[in-house]
T-cell receptor
């Protein structure tokens, strides 16, 4: 079946450090891939998305490239800020049976220290 | 402002006392879903709806009911809540356009504690 696996957290970085959060997926066909971010006490917000192989999604300095050969969608940012501290979820959407359902990874907590 | 609104945000209640969590969206979206978030498990879909009067089970539907009488509203009903339904719940909506690549818009969440 379809599934998403993220690296375990928490990830603790100093401000301005480079960030990578690994995400791999298992799915048939060509799913769409997403990164969502959840700030403390809030709902999930879409961070970026990619809908086909080799697409690069980007937003707020974050990037992720849809790699079909390695079934990966790793999240990167060149220089993190304290305000990036949040929980990050990788997700895939496989349009099966018209549900458009999102399948989430378990989430990775990022803590950025000044 | 486009939004998904859930109420209540927090609720502490006791086993067996029926409760309803409301969800409303103002984006005229066809799809609506309920998820629960538990530590180490990410979000799991409880129920979804493709349009008015069309609902179906997600991955963890046991102990929950939903209804979709109007396009904007999608309440989650716990007829007889139990402690294992203590969780953080999210409602989400999305447009039917495309083939699953439309982002879902999430509410701010409802934290339920069942004693």
């Amino acid at each position: 079946g379809n599934s998403v696996t993220q690296m375990e957290g928490p990830v603790t970085l100093s401000e301005e450090a480079f960030l990578t959060i690994n995400c791999t997926y298992t799915a048939t066909g060509y799913p769409s891939l997403f990164w969502y971010v959840q700030y403390p006490g809030e709902g999930l917000q879409l961070l970026l998305k990619a809908t086909k192989a080799d697409d690069k999604g980007s937003n707020k300095g974050f990037e992720a490239t849809y790699r079909k050969e390695t079934t990966s969608f790793h999240l990167e940012k060149g220089s993190v800020q304290v305000s990036d501290s949040a929980v990050y979820f990788c997700a895939l959407s496989r349009f099966s049976g018209n549900t458009g359902k999102l399948i989430f990874g378990q989430g990775t907590t990022l803590q950025v220290k000044p | 402002e486009a939004q998904v609104t859930q109420n209540p945000r927090y609720l502490i209640t006791v086993t067996g006392k029926k409760l309803t969590v409301t969800c409303s969206q103002n984006m005229n979206h066809e799809y609506m879903s309920w998820y629960r978030q538990d530590p180490g498990l990410g979000l799991r879909q409880i129920y979804y709806s493709m349009n008015v009067e069309v609902t179906d089970k997600g991955d963890v539907p046991e102990g929950y009911k939903v209804s979709r009488k109007e396009k904007r509203n999608f309440p989650l009903i716990l007829e007889s809540p139990s402690p294992n339904q203590t969780s953080l719940y999210f409602c989400a909506s999305s447009s039917r356009l495309g083939t699953g690549n439309q982002p879902q818009h999430f509410g701010d969440g409802t934290r339920l504690s069942i004693l």
